[in-house]
Each structure stands twice: as C-alpha cells, then as structure tokens.
C-alpha cells in the first residue's frame, strides 16, 4: 500500500547568505548534512562530463558539498539515499513559459511539473494581465508563496499586445513595470512582443525598456519576423537577452552569433525545436553556450501524457543532441540566461538543491526529485499536496458581455465582393493573407463550409472603460475543414483574451458564445447546431481551480468535439487561439478589426473588404 500523500504542505526556502557557516560546516564534515545522496554518476553541466562515484552533501536546502564524501558527516536526523550508480541531474529550468496555457493556476501547475523534473520557471503571465492588468502580477506572485517550485515571474509588457490596435482589460505603461519590479512581484522582463515599436521607435514601448534596465532585470523578447539582418541586431540592441521566435535553424543561429539566447520552442503546438536544432546537429563543434530550450505553451494534456521539459529534452535526444547537451539547455545555460547561475542550474556547493535522480539519460526516466533538498517527487508522482491559493471574487468574474444575437455576427453587403482571409496553418504561429470572393446572402456575407470558409468574431469582454469604443471585429478565415452547422468559442484569445468566435453559422456562433458567457469564461465546441462541449475556466476566464489531470479530460472533450466539427488536427484550439495575435505574421483579428503585419513592415488596419 502506498504512503499517504503529505497534505497542506508549505514549502520553506533559506538562501545562501543566511546560512553559510552551517553549509561550510556541513561541506568540512563539522557537522552533518541534512541529505546525503552517495553513489550517483553526476552529469557535470559546468564540464560536459559525467562523474562516477559522486557523493552530494545538502544542508538547508543547498548544496555543501561535491565529491567523494568520505569525511561528510550524518546523524540521526540526516536523510541518505542512495543513488545505486543513477544520474545526478540537476532541476530543469524553463526560462518561457505562460502557465495560463496549462489552463491551471499556478499551484496545479506546480504539482504536475516537478514530478516531470522541471524545479525553476521564469512565467510571463501577460495572458491573465491582459485581463486584470498590474493586480494580476501581485496576484500571480502571492499564488506562487509557498511552492518547491521557484516561480521567477515575468513581468507583461505587452499589454495591449500593440496599443491602438487592440484592446485589453488593462493597460501596462513604464509606471506599472517599475512598480511590479519595486514591490518585488516580478523578477524578469517578460517577452517584448511589440518589436515594431521597438526597432521603429515607439516612446512607449522605449520607455518600458528603460524601466526594465534600470530595475536590473534580464529582458526576454518575442521576434516575430523572418528579416534578421537589420531589425533583429536592433531588437537585440534595446537589451533584449533571449528571444522564443526561431522557427528555423538560421533564425536560432543569428541570435546566437548576436549574443542573444535562443529559446528553441516546444510546446504543445508550437514545434520548433526539431528545425532550430539543425543549428547544433548541422555545425559540430559549435560553442552552444546560448542554445536553450522552452516550452512557452503547453496544455495540461501534453504535460500528463508526455511531460514538460523532461519531454523537450527527451525530443532534443532524439533530434541528434547528446543527453548532456540537452540537459545543459535546460539547466546551466538556462540559468545565465536569467542571470541566476550562482543559484541554480548546476549540481554545485552553494547553490540550490534541486536534483533529479535519473535511471536513464536517453529517454529521461526521472525516479526522484529533490526541490531545495525537499523530495518532492517519485516515480513520476508528487508526495506532498501543496496548499491551494484562495482567489478574490473579481479573479473569477471576467465575463462582462450581455447575451448575443445572430444580427452580432452579420457583416452586410449589397454585391459581390472580395475579402481578405486569413489562412490558418495548424501547429504553426501564423498565419498568411488570402482572398475569397462572397456572394452575399440576403445581403449578408456568409461563411461557405463547400469552401473551408469560416467566420471570426472578436468581442471586448473586459470591464467596460470610457476609452474602448470599437468592441467587435468580424472577419473570415480558412484551412480548418469545419463542417456545416459548426462553431467554437473560446476567451482563450492571444494575447487580449477577448472572447474569440469561429464558426460555418451564425445561429451557431452565437449559442458558443452565449454558453460561454454563462459559464464565465472558458472554451465551448458546437457541432451541428448542438453543444458538443463546455470547459469552464473562472480563473480569468483562461484557468481552472481543478486539478492538470481533471482539465486534461476536460480538454480532451473540447478536442474530441473539434475533430467532430472536420478538424482533425491535434490541440488545433491552441492554433484558432492566435487568430487574435496581431503581434505575428500576416493577418489577424482584433476587437477593432483586420490588422496586417507584413516583414519589415509597420503594422496597420486593413478593410475586410477589398476595394476594386
């Protein structure tokens, strides 16, 4: 019979300058360690070697001591494991991540992740802050108390994604970034998604950048363009340290020779790795010192069935890399990318004992994890059960839209006429520019399901604000094969997270939406004019207070029921998710219309329809 789960556990860390004469006692053998775990093979990252017959000696959550260990001391307080010839690894660190995209807060997010390895997240919550605005950075950090798992988080600045384009529940200037960095609530810049207004001189956006290099944090970026020869080195010139956006192994390569960290990307839909891989496996030899690896958005079904940086890794293996390298991507060079290598990232004296015990390197079998000298995992299980964070009554109640009609989704038209359609490529982040001819119907533009031709709508669903005055975009987009009588709504919406509506039929746009609006928030498939499917997620209409493993079931439905609309692609509501990010290549929808963004170009508004 399995032990009981510990339950309510708090965690509690001591950092270094607290404690150092017990850790130098502890590594003299003057007094025992707390943890001792003898006998492992270390995979030394700071090397690129592994070490046989390793001995780590741990007191108050950090590492004393490194060696053979025959002088460390024990006492009747002093756990021992022995690690039987197993690796020593050191905790993974994921240096972009957005929690929200596990559709769980960050305390579930926590117990599904450390069991699969991954000790350190540095998590842009600009999807939940494009809701509530600063409130949510205060939020996320006092969610986040009390967890094994060290949540840097990344402070939005990106809020609206471009202002004057979109409308968010917020918006984040200068004085908000400085604050979150003030009080503590932030630790890293998050990604500066607006590199036009970087590379073409926004004020505003250069102003965000100045209050993120004055507070002394490192700056994450987000890239967005194939041009790389005279916008990125200007991009990287603000200070942007590392950036997610390669998509090909040339990409990867410039941010590196530029002295920018690429973080190749692999998340649930988002599959780069593979092709930004070729930059190591194509170039032997190459100092890969800025190569690192991300998730950046993952659901909770990916990290349940296959793991989180543990299944990044393993790919990584598979692609050709050696274990030890992929794990360097992930631990030691992760860490000074965030600038935090004298605190983890490494199994080393005087840094924080986060250790994977590993019995095998290539497929990443992780048997135990050690958070700050706590085990906190076995055998891809949690031992504990962490304490859930009590959420105000305004962070459940973000659905601020009266019920809608058919007449919200008409677009009137009185002839022929040629519009612009944005194409969707499922598993890939953007999109491209097409053009259909309609015959209107009734004098109405009509999506054509004989022609893969669906609708999209995008409503303002935030707190009412003077200043939001176009609160509906209507568009058409192509690629997703949805049958008739089919639609999807979802306030899963990159990046303003406004309430998103695609669909064949506008009786059946509005019954997605409508069930939506009462469930506060979430994700709902209709399939042949009926409710196939409803996921609720209260936590600003983008997470749930259930458990990875009940949100996992739960999507799987949603998913499930897209396949029964035509669409047969895997996680494709991840895809229909960025028809809103107008930060990314070539068309996309916000709440106050079409908005194209072409390489090397400003982006701007454009009519759906096109003039002759």
Not at 103 to 120: I, K, N, Q, W, Y
Not at 330 to 352: D, F, M, Y
């Amino acid at each position: 019979m399995a032990p009981s789960k510990q339950t309510g556990y708090t965690h509690k860390r001591k950092m270094l300058h607290e404690v150092t004469l017990d850790v130098v006692a502890t590594a003299m053998g003057r007094e025992p360690a707390d943890l001792i775990i003898k006998n492992g093979r270390l995979v030394n990252v700071n090397i690129g070697r592994i070490q046989d017959g390793i001995t780590v000696a741990v007191r108050h959550g950090i590492i004393a001591y490194v060696g053979k260990g025959d002088h460390i001391v024990a006492d009747e307080h002093t756990k021992v494991v022995d690690a039987s010839g197993r690796f020593l690894v050191p905790g993974f660190i994921d240096t972009h991540d957005h929690v929200e995209s596990s559709m769980v807060d960050v305390v579930s997010f926590a117990e599904a992740v450390l069991p699969h390895g991954t000790t350190t997240i540095a998590c842009d919550n600009h999807e939940i802050t494009n809701v509530f605005g600063i409130r949510a950075v205060e939020l996320f950090h006092k969610a986040a108390q009390g967890l094994p798992l060290k949540v840097l988080v990344a402070m939005p600045v990106c809020v609206p994604s471009i202002p004057g384009f979109e409308d968010a529940g917020a918006i984040i200037t200068a004085k908000e970034v400085s604050e979150a960095y003030l009080q503590g609530w932030a630790q890293v810049q998050g990604e500066q998604m607006n590199f036009p207004g970087v590379i073409y001189g926004d004020p505003h956006v250069h102003a965000i950048t100045a209050a993120s290099l004055k507070s002394g944090n490192v700056l994450t970026g987000h890239y967005a363009s194939l041009e790389l020869e005279k916008g990125l080195p200007a991009f990287i010139a603000a200070g942007i340290t590392a950036c997610h956006e390669a998509t090909t192994a040339e990409a990867a390569m410039r941010r590196a020779e530029l002295g920018c960290y690429p973080q190749q990307r692999y998340g649930t839909a988002w599959l780069d790795m593979p092709n930004t891989i070729k930059a190591i496996t194509e170039n032997p030899g190459l100092d890969t010192r800025f190569f690192t690896m991300v998730t950046d958005d993952v659901t909770p079904a990916s990290i349940v069935e296959q793991g989180h940086l543990s299944r990044v890794v393993r790919d990584a293996i598979k692609q050709g890399v050696s274990p030890l390298l992929a794990i360097q991507m992930v631990t030691l060079n992760a860490a000074q990318l965030l600038e935090k290598s004298r605190w983890i990232g490494t199994i080393s004296p005087g840094r924080a004992a986060d250790i994977l015990i590993v019995s095998d390197l290539v497929d990443m079998i992780i048997d135990q994890v050690f958070a700050d000298g706590v085990l906190v995992a076995e055998d891809g299980k949690l031992v504990m059960e962490f304490t859930h964070y009590n959420y105000p009554d305004w962070a459940l109640k973000s659905m601020h839209l009266p019920q809608l009609s058919e007449a919200d989704f008409r677009i009137p038209a009185e002839k022929k006429v040629k519009v612009r359609v944005m194409r969707i490529f499922p598993g890939m982040v953007h999109t491209t520019e097409e053009f259909f001819e309609i015959e209107p119907v009734n004098g109405i533009l009509q999506a054509d399901p004989t022609r893969d031709l669906v609708k999209v709508a995008n409503f303002y669903r935030h707190e009412p604000r003077p200043e939001v005055i176009k609160t509906r975009g209507l568009g058409f987009a192509t690629g997703l094969q949805f049958k008739p009588n089919c639609a999807f709504a979802s306030t899963v919406s990159h990046d303003c997270h406004n309430l998103q509506v695609i669909g064949n039929s506008d009786k059946a746009m509005a019954l997605a939406a409508n069930e939506l609006i009462r469930a506060g928030g979430g994700h709902c498939i209709v399939v042949d004019g009926k409710v196939e499917a409803v996921m609720p997620l209260p936590l600003g209409g983008l997470m749930s207070l259930d458990s990875v493993e009940v949100v996992s079931r739960q999507l799987k439905k949603i998913e499930d029921g897209l396949k029964k609309a035509g669409c047969l692609h895997d996680s494709v509501e991840m895809t229909i998710s960025l028809l809103g990010l107008i930060v990314l290549e070539e068309l996309h929808l916000s709440n106050q219309g079409l908005v194209e963004l072409k390489p090397g170009q400003l982006p701007r508004f454009v009519d759906l329809v096109v003039a002759e």
